[in-house]
């Protein structure tokens, strides 16, 4: 039987959701947002919080609504195969391959590269990320207190500083928006688009996802549409505490472009703003937050994946893929912020139209009976094209590819080709799946 849940523990995992989300590394890409936006701000700011705030709540509503258990099983509608390739491609990325290495990256960025020379770059971030990962090693071996304690106060503080500087920098704009850069001079609202792939909250979404609804269904919620409601009401708490901060971030990185200059990456002008308001001292406690931070965010991510890893491939220990992970992490992290970022951009491109995806077809399962055909053809379309289109950032463009389908797709050229694909793809599905029904019944 259902009980009613509280509003103050509605209040309480709309909190946990944000907390969950906001990682040290979305502190960054807002921040760089602004820069390269400039006077278009607010048009490309609108973009990146569909991607950034809008489709992460969303896919953890997509878990409730599915009634699933793991992303496997969600993502298994599609094929078992392909529940089981997605699943391990987005603990990869959102693991040893990006997410985990970005966050020695920004802990360097922010609290060591301002205080040493250009030239002494290299060597720093190889000794600060050696510490960096075997600290998350050892705490991802012995979870103690130490990281709950961390983290339940030291983000009131750091969002405490933050909050402060994003203040000040609105109060007292270091100075006023520049043109925007060549990117964001047309269709910034599509390119803040696409740059909130880069936080992976959505990807992250499918694994959040399960943390909070069982935690509603343990507080007496059982029917889904309670569970629902619920977790409605949390994701709106998330969310507008989200879109507050990462629209001041834009804010404060566009002001700051007139004083500071165009700059490498988010972590940079976030450590050149704190120390032009606050000075040395400012950079320094600012950096010292975020650190412990990313450490608390990056012993979890190794935990997440370390177990997911584990149940995949059970004859390799926990302690095993810990530390292989920790020190493959540290490796990736040596290639710097800036081109991490870059590299992690085609990929993203691939895997975010499938997220993006999966998590429309989950809430319209109903309503297509769950055909498996609607799932895998318009899986397939979207696949295809955001492959090509993710392949234009390397050296192993299709350029006759591209140059067709910016002819004839809408919405190709600004990184949304693969919209009406996915719904072709699911209406052949679905027609298909029909007449096989039919047929079945005809041979009855």
Request: proline share 4%; glycine share 10%.
């Amino acid at each position: 039987m259902s009980t009613k849940v509280p509003f103050s523990f509605i209040v309480i995992i709309g909190l946990m959701l944000f907390a969950l989300f906001f990682g040290a590394g979305n502190l960054i890409f807002p921040a760089m947002l602004g820069q390269s936006a400039g006077s278009e701000i607010w048009s490309a700011n609108a973009g990146f919080l569909v991607t950034g705030v809008g489709l992460p709540l969303l896919g953890v509503m997509a878990f409730g609504f599915s009634g699933k258990e793991d992303l496997q099983s969600l993502a298994s509608r599609v094929h078992p195969m392909f529940g089981l390739v997605f699943t391990t491609v987005l603990y990869l990325a959102i693991g040893p391959l990006f997410a985990i290495p970005r966050t020695g990256n920004v802990s360097f960025e922010i609290g060591v590269k301002p205080f040493v020379s250009e030239s002494s770059t290299g060597i720093a971030l190889l000794i600060f990320t050696v510490i960096f990962f075997t600290i998350t090693c050892f705490l991802s071996l012995n979870p103690a207190k130490i990281v709950d304690i961390v983290g339940r106060f030291l983000t009131p503080i750091k969002l405490t500083f933050i909050g402060i500087l994003v203040v000040v920098s609105v109060i007292f704009p270091i100075g006023k928006f520049q043109a925007p850069s060549e990117k964001y001079m047309t269709n910034s609202f599509f390119n803040g688009f696409q740059e909130g792939y880069l936080t992976m909250d959505t990807l992250a979404s499918f694994v959040f996802g399960i943390i909070i609804i069982n935690a509603i269904r343990e507080k007496g919620a059982k029917t889904k549409g309670q569970i629902l409601k619920v977790c409605l009401m949390a994701t709106l708490i998330a969310a507008v505490i989200l879109a507050a901060i990462y629209s001041a971030l834009s804010y404060m990185g566009a002001s700051s472009v007139e004083k500071l200059g165009h700059l490498d990456n988010g972590g940079e002008v976030l450590a050149r703003v704190s120390e032009f308001y606050f000075g040395t001292y400012g950079g320094v406690l600012l950096g010292l937050m975020i650190t412990v931070a990313c450490l608390t965010t990056s012993v979890g991510l190794i935990t997440a994946c370390s177990s997911y890893f584990h149940k995949l491939f059970p004859a390799i220990s926990y302690k095993v893929i810990a530390i292989s992970l920790s020190v493959f992490s540290a490796i990736i992290a040596n290639v710097g912020l800036t081109e991490l970022i870059a590299i992690s951009v085609p990929v993203l491109t691939i895997i975010y139209p499938l997220a993006i995806v999966l998590i429309f077809l989950t809430f319209l399962h109903p309503l297509f009976k769950g055909r498996s055909g609607v799932y895998q053809i318009s899986m397939l379309f979207t696949f295809i094209i955001s492959l090509v289109d993710s392949l234009q950032e390397t050296a192993l463009k299709v350029p006759a590819l591209d140059s067709f389908f910016a002819s004839f797709l809408p919405m190709y050229g600004i990184g949304l080709g693969w919209i009406v694909p996915a719904i072709i793809g699911g209406l052949i599905g679905y027609v298909l799946n029909f007449k096989q029904d039919d047929a079945l019944l005809n041979n009855e």
